[in-house]
């Protein structure tokens, strides 16, 4: 498949993405687990999207196209890929439509979760990540709790609080999301690929995105 997951923080973009993987191979390419793994690792890309990140703005779409350019063409794309947190603003969208048009890719559409603001609050609060870059797998303390003693239970790492889950940060991301992220649904409807998923439970958005891939 290649779809691209839309959502305000916490809608689930990254735990969805993750159960669609295990459903047909298709990578998940998250553009935030891409930065804070560039953070952790001190690199320049890291060091530049660092106080963004923190501070719950985004990054520049300079430095996001440039990753996403080179990412789309690695050779485990071929075999379908879903964009988490990207494209994220209109110029993003715009440059992405572009990029797929020269790179000769076809997406199948953009799935849309909508879920209420008291759920997200709650979900951003009650989060872990998996520390190790290379995993990032995603916990909640109430819903989906990690192993004893807070280790992640794919790779035994510690999990964590992200650095943008400051009451601050979460409330800025939420607002950067209506102001800026929030007009690509009414980009990608005029564009005919859009698919709303209204529901709190992944099994319901993971099914209708199977549903609307005729699977
Ligand atoms: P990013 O990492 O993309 O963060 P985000 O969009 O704020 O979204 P989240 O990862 O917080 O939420 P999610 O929708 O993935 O939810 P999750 O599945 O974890 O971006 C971080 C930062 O990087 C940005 O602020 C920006 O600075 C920068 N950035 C990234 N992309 C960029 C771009 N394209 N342009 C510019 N800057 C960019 O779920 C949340 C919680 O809820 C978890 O605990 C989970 O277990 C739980 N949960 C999920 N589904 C359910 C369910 N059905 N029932 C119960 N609990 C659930
Ligand atoms: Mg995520």
Redesign the pocket.
Known sequence: MKIM?L????????????LLTAFDGSVQI???????AAVKAGTALGKE?QG??D???????S??MGI?EQRLQEPDCANGFLL??????IP?AEELKTLMARLGIKMDFVVS?E?PRE??LD??T????CSNSACQE???????PPAEGGKCKKCGSPTIQ?A??TEE?ISK?LD??NEK?APLIGFYEKEGMLKKVV???????VNAIKAALGK
């Not at 995603?138 to 989906?144: D, L, Q, T």
């Open positions: 997951l959502g305000a923080p916490g809608a689930g973009k990254g735990t969805v993405a993750k998250s553009t935030g687990d891409i930065l804070r999207a963004f990140m501070r719950g703005e985004l990054v520049p779409d430095l996001i996403m988490d947190g990207f494209p994220r603003t993003q979760i879920v759920v997200i979900r951003l009650t989060r872990r990540t995603i916990y909640n303390v109430k819903s989906n992200r943008d889950e940060a991301r950067v999301y992220t529901g709190t439970s992944s099994d319901v958005v």
